[in-house]
């Protein structure tokens, strides 16, 4: 079963200043990445533009239906990326609900896709989810009970206040299959997980998870699976076209735009 909420039609609002009043962001994403996502299985989200903020994000899954050749891509996927670290056992979400708010996770940093593929201090299989020019990093999955049903819209955008109350009292922790503390170059500064900021505490030359991708044929096939599958969003993403392993855009079947609350980030940074 799950609640309906239709919310009222709300006005643009401009992204004049980089200063953006994010109060309860949400992201729409294609389906089976936004599942993925709020389950703990997915750790990063990527991107080909930069997060404008850290802290919580809910996460909306788009009315895209995916076909079960896409969601089966993802799955390997994931199953190779987590044997790398010793989880044999996923338990992947029996359904992946579309047009539906899904739950949140905590963003606590952004960093280039060469950063993390050189970043030490995470598993490999970490290292290897991003492959798109800028990775959020995500921790603290928590999902909805009952999925709200609702309409989305492109970039970030905040949610309307009686969804996002309706939303807290339904949020349950998630275990996710392997924890992953993503650490602060700045302990004393949990904004200091940005683009750029863990390039002089990389070794130099080091690109691990080069070298990861190419140790299993099944590892290779699985990658490329992946890659196969997100590229079928890529020329309707938002921002420039880019093949990563994410839930890229947040189009309806039908090509429109959904509607929201909407704040367009596009070249934002708050960073």
Not at 103 to 127: F, N, T, Y
Not at 177 to 201: E, I, T
Not at 217 to 241: E, N, V
Request: aromatic share 8%; proline share 8%; with cysteine.
């Amino acid at each position: 079963m799950y609640l309906k909420f239709e919310p009222r039609r709300p006005q643009t609002q401009s992204m004049g200043s980089r200063n953006v009043n994010y109060t309860n962001p949400c992201l729409t994403m294609h389906q089976p990445w936004a599942s993925l996502l709020v389950y703990g299985i997915k750790r990063i989200e990527g991107r080909s533009w930069p997060s404008p903020l850290t802290g919580r994000l809910w996460i909306h899954a788009a009315g895209k239906v995916p076909d079960p050749e896409t969601i089966k891509a993802m799955e390997d996927f994931y199953k190779q990326l987590y044997a790398l670290d010793g989880v044999t056992d996923l338990k992947f979400p029996e359904h992946y609900p579309v047009s539906r708010l899904l739950g949140c996770v905590e963003v606590v940093g952004c960093v280039k896709c060469e950063e993390l593929a050189s970043w030490e201090d995470v598993p490999q299989g970490v290292r290897l989810e991003g492959q798109t020019a800028f990775c959020w990093l995500c921790e603290q999955p928590q999902k909805l009970l009952v999925p709200f049903e609702m309409r989305g819209n492109q970039g970030v955008y905040n949610l309307e206040k009686r969804i996002l109350e309706g939303a807290l009292r339904g949020l349950c922790p998630v275990e996710p299959p392997l924890q992953v503390k993503f650490p602060l170059p700045d302990p004393r500064n949990r904004f200091s997980l940005k683009p750029g900021s863990l390039v002089h505490g990389l070794k130099n030359g080091s690109n691990n998870s080069k070298a990861d991708e190419g140790s299993s044929p099944d590892l290779a096939a699985a990658i490329a699976g992946a890659r196969a599958a997100a590229t079928q969003f890529s020329k309707k993403s938002y921002g420039p076209p880019s093949a990563g392993f994410q839930g890229q855009g947040s189009r309806t079947r039908s090509g429109t735009q959904e509607g929201g609350q909407r704040l367009v980030t596009k070249n934002v940074q708050r960073w």
